[in-house]
């Protein structure tokens, strides 16, 4: 049995529902508030009954960190089980989870040992990270090599969506109140990158075909691709998820591209109905 426990929070999405139990990795709940009602993500509420909800509320949803205590009492007890710890979580610059996290373990002095890493990311790319780091640990890796292995990958991750509901950017911060008004009258869709961390407006598009031209040039711009996904948050492929595999098979032919829905984390952050891309890119020495 691993020596090092993976830790991470329920923004992170797994292509495989199983691989947190599979692996023996620890998901903490975000807390998804709708109006004066408040559900743990994954535990209280799945992702398809919040997307089922979603229209029916008059106010945007809300995602809420882990309290620390919540980590606190989480790594007392895998330092009785004689573990060392890896906590991986989203994003610094999205959530407060990270800050709580390195105020729990900040507690933990003498002979445990924890680490908290900012993965700078969200979702699948979240998924990726922890679910390397969980096969390392099953594998007997050391802490030291299973960070080095997370680190090094966090530097290869890169995503791009379009947005279809400029009020969760304006909520958010990422657009001003007069250009979520402006934009949403003149049918403009965002398209976003996730930089350093931080989901930031790139340019703005007029035609949902535009944005499907410009997730293609995105998948473009690598020559060595590890991993990929496109993101969107129903069930059933839409339009513009065939339209952007029909380009993506004529221009990769032989490449897969699995489409997968997004959560209520990611759904918080830039809203339902949008599309996106997740790609890890080979390094040549992880992954």
């Not at 692996?23 to 009602?37: A, E, H, K, N, Y």
């Not at 900012?118 to 922890?130: E, N, P, Q, R, Y």
């Not at 958010?172 to 965002?190: F, H």
């Not at 961390?197 to 075909?209: A, F, L, N, S």
Request: proline letters at 5%.
């Amino acid at each position: 049995m691993s020596r090092v426990h993976i830790i991470t929070d329920s923004t992170a999405h797994f292509p495989d529902p199983t691989l947190p139990a599979r692996l023996g990795v620890t998901v903490v709940p975000q807390s998804i508030q709708f109006g004066r009602q408040t559900y743990r993500e994954g535990v209280d509420i799945a992702a398809e009954e919040f997307f089922r909800r979603l229209p029916h509320y008059g106010a945007l949803p809300t995602l809420h960190p882990p309290e620390a205590d919540t980590f606190r009492e989480l790594y007392a007890e895998k330092f009785r089980q004689n573990k060392q710890i890896l906590s991986l979580h989203v994003s610094s610059k999205m959530s407060e989870t990270v800050a709580h996290a390195r105020q729990a373990a900040d507690e933990f002095l003498g002979g445990n040992k924890i680490v908290v890493i900012d993965s700078l990311t969200t979702s699948i790319g979240l998924g990726w990270l922890v679910e390397a780091a969980a096969e390392a640990a099953a594998n007997g890796a050391a802490l030291d090599e299973i960070v080095r292995i997370a680190r090094g990958m966090i530097t290869h991750m890169y995503a791009v969506f379009f947005v279809d509901q400029l009020d969760y950017l304006e909520r958010n911060g990422r657009l001003s109140k007069s250009q979520a008004v402006l934009g949403t009258m003149l049918g403009i869709k965002p398209f976003l990158t996730i930089e350093e961390g931080e989901i930031i407006p790139m340019e703005k598009v007029r035609t949902r075909d535009k944005a499907i031209d410009k997730l293609l040039e995105f998948v473009s711009e690598f020559s060595a691709i590890d991993r990929v996904a496109i993101m969107q948050s129903g069930q059933q492929p839409t339009e513009d998820t065939r339209l952007l595999l029909e380009r993506l098979e004529q221009t990769f032919p032989g490449q897969y591209f699995p489409v997968l829905n997004y959560g209520p984390g990611l759904a918080c952050q830039i809203g339902p109905n949008s599309l996106g891309i997740f790609i890890y890119e080979s390094s040549g020495k992880e992954g």
